[in-house]
Structure formats: structure tokens, C-alpha cells
């Protein structure tokens, strides 16, 4: 069978991460294949979609190493094909035209609610008889049209990760509504399954891969599927993605757009590997930490996991701190000096900023995390209580002028690794105090607290903007 599989996202928000893990499913079941990756933007809720979310799909899934193999279908050009699909539903009476008010079909919802029956329609327009059809349409009213649902029906299928599935016609809510209110004599905008099954053939889709929160829609779609005569594809349902309270990750966790944990300094290759471990175990001896590109050749859905999967940010830090740890010092840089650049810090030199990532790298989670680290290179530091207290030691004042008196007579663009040891070496000589009182003092003049990366190494870095002896005199 010739794999074509797609993404088919609304452009009703930004690039969310359930979307975006569908996405990698998809991507990798087809590069493991060898099939097609295909887009469609579903954008028929007109107010609801926008230009600027589509745009965000697009740079997220580029962003992700996502990439599409033709040009996506947009679902809103289609809409005359959708409305010719509906109507030959109508003629072959398998849809109908129902002509029940809003006000009619909540007051038999709330009917059923108090007969302690779910909320459902009753078919109530179903066999409409011409006489009331045309009082209706007399009395201006708009029909939906709804596609029949037999109760009696069980719609199976073989699910690629939850294996066989069966659902009752009974539990689908009644007939479906396929089209929007009209006036009778047209047919209102078409509806979500109506929409997929017509274009999902028409794109000649083999396996439909989405998340579970579809299945009842599915049961919908293969009747449609069946009603219109046309080839049912594979399905897959993958796991929902759930928050560590066991609830479906939403807006209230803070984030849930792939543009939003670009933001924060996650890099993409950490986020492709750990969204494809949320719902999917890497086969044995394959190591976790890996590369989307490298993992396709054995991704199967024999190990997508039918149990949902809870979001660990412990996890995702971890493998993003990896993928730093890993990346060549140029690279960390390039990723790392726009964020500089838009606090107004700009690096002297490449050689200066690879210096800078290098000493900084090992420590960093998040690339933002740089942002912090980098600060005290560019900017004042505020003195830490530590460092208050240290910078109080009598002795602190007395070092720091042998130190100052040296560095005047040194030129500090070319300020040396061993240069700098040897005048804390002789600063601890000559003040006689311990070499530890030193680098501590050092350390809290000229970045206002204890911790931190190696300080010679540092101070070699503040000493090319000739930072370090304003630093250190505010103390003598
Ligand atoms: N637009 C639907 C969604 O974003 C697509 C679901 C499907 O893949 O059929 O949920």
C-alpha cells in the first residue's frame, strides 16, 4: 500500500503540542514507509481562523524538522466539492434536511436530562412529511442537514495502536448534523466529518493518524465513508498528552504551543526527541536521547503505548541540557547571541563569544539560561548577601589594591589564563591570606556573588571591556 498520511491542523490558535506530536507520528510512520507527509489547514470556522496561526504551524513544524511533501490543501478552497458531496448524500437518502429551532432541541435535551437519559437527537425530522416541510420553510426556517445514524449499527475497525474497535451507532448521538443552518433552498457550510472523509479520500489518504480525542469521530466517519462508496483508510489514535495532575494538558499549564517552549530556550532537536517519548517506548537498545531524522527506520505503532502520557518537565529539561551540552560552541553561540543582542549586549569578538559559551555551556538547561548567566558580563551585578559579607573582610580592600596596582601596569585586552593566576598567587602571598579569601573576594568585586563558572576564566572575559578594575575599586 502506497503511505499517505496527514497533519490536518485548525488555524484557530498556534501550533499546539498535541498537534505537533500528531505531526511527528505521522512524519516518522511515513518516512519509515517511505510514504507522503501531507498538510491540510482546516480553516472552514472563518472566524475563528487566522492568517498569523497558520503562519505559526508552518514555522513550528519547520522549526521541529517537520517538513511536507507537496503544497498543503487549503480546506476552505474546497468547499463547493464538500457542498456536492452533501447534496448527493441528500439524493440518495442518506442526509435529510432537519428543520428543528434551537429552542426545540434544548428543550428535548433538557426532556431526556431529566429523564436521566444522555443528551442526544432524536431523528425528530428524519421522515418529514412534505406538508411540514413546507410549513416549515414558510415559516423561514433554517435547516441543518443531518446525515442518518442507525442505532442498530457496530462500526468496527482495526486500530494501528488500539487494536480492534467497535462502537455502536447508539452512542453517537443521534443523526449528524454535516451542514450548518441555510435557507432551505441551499446548503449551509459544511461540517468537520463531513469535510475530512470528503477530503482525506480526496487526498487520497491511506492512514489516519490522530489523537484518541477523534475516536467517536471516526465511528462517524467510517459510516460516511461507507454511505458514500469510497476506500476506508487505516486509523491510529495516539495517546492524549496529560498534565502531572492526570488532566489533559491545556492553556491553564502554563505552556502548550511549540512557539512558547521556543521562547523559553528549549531547543527543537529536545523537542522533537521527547515528544516522540510522549506515547511511544524506543525499542530495546536504542538510546533515548536521539535525533527524529536517525529514529525513523524503527518507528512502529507496535509500541505507540494506548494508556495517555503525563508531561515530565524533568525529562524534557534533561534532554534539552543534552542537546547543549552537545552542541559545538559556534552553534551555541549562533543560538545564543540574538537573545544577547536583543538585551543591547553585543559581543566584542566571535572568539569572546565562543569563550563565553564555552564557559557557560556546561551549566546551561535552556538556552535563556545563558541570557542569565551572560548578564554580569554586560551589565553591573547586584551584590548577593554572600557577597556583601565577603567583600566586608578587612582583608578584602587590601587585596584588591595589589591587584588593581598590577593590572594598571598589565594591558588587559591580552590578559592570560596564567597571567591571571599568577597575581592571585602573588596577591596571596603578599597580603598574606589564603589563596581561597582570594578568589572569593575576586569573585563577589567583579560579579557580585559566590557561585559560579571558573573564575579565571571569567575574569579573563570581563577584562576585555576592562570591566574587571571598576569592578574591583568600588572596593577599596
Ligand atoms: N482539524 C482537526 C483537529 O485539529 C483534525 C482532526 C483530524 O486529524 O481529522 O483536531
Known sequence: MTVRVRLAPSPTGTLHIGTARTALFNWLFAKKEGGTFLLRIEDTDIERSKKEYIKNIYDGLQWLGINWDESPTIQS????????????????GFAYKCYASEAELNEMRETQKRNGLAPKYDNRHRNLSPEKESEFIKAGREPVIRFKINDQKLISWNDLVRGKMTWSGKDLGGDMVIARRAQSDSIGDPLYNLVVVADDSAMKISHVIRGEDH?????????????????IPVFAHTPLILNSDGKKLSKRDGVTS???FKKMGYTSEAMANYMTLLGWSVPEGINEKFKISEISEVFSFKKVNKASAKFDWDKLNWLNSQVIHEMSAETLL??????????GWFIPSKQWGIHLVSLLGPSM????DGVDQ?????????????????????EAAVIFKFILKKLESSDAASFSKEEALDLINQATKNCEVKK???MKSLRAALFGT?????????????????????????FI
Request: proline share 4%; hydrophobic share 40%.
Open 365 to 368: 538547561v535552556l538556552i535563556n
Open 215 to 231: 475516536l467517536a469521530n471516526t465511528a462517524k466517519q467510517i459510516l460516511l465513508y461507507e454511505a458514500l462508496d469510497l476506500k
Open 77 to 92: 478552497e474546497r468547499v463547493n466539492e464538500h457542498k456536492q458531496i452533501i447534496k448527493t448524500l441528500i439524493d440518495k
Open 374 to 394: 551572560a548578564k554580569p558580563f554586560f551589565e553591573e551585578p547586584e551584590l548577593c548577601d554572600d557577597g556583601k559579607k565577603q567583600l566586608e573582610i578587612k
Open 450 to 474: 559566590l557561585n559560579g563558572p571558573d573564575l579565571i576564566q571569567s575574569w579573563i572575559l570581563l577584562s576585555r571591556f576592562s570591566k574587571d578594575r571598576a569592578r574591583i575599586s568600588r
Open 258 to 260: 511549540i512557539s512558547e
Open 334 to 343: 549562533k543560538n545564543l547571541d540574538p537573545l544577547l543582542k536583543k538585551n
Open 436 to 438: 581561597g579569601l582570594v
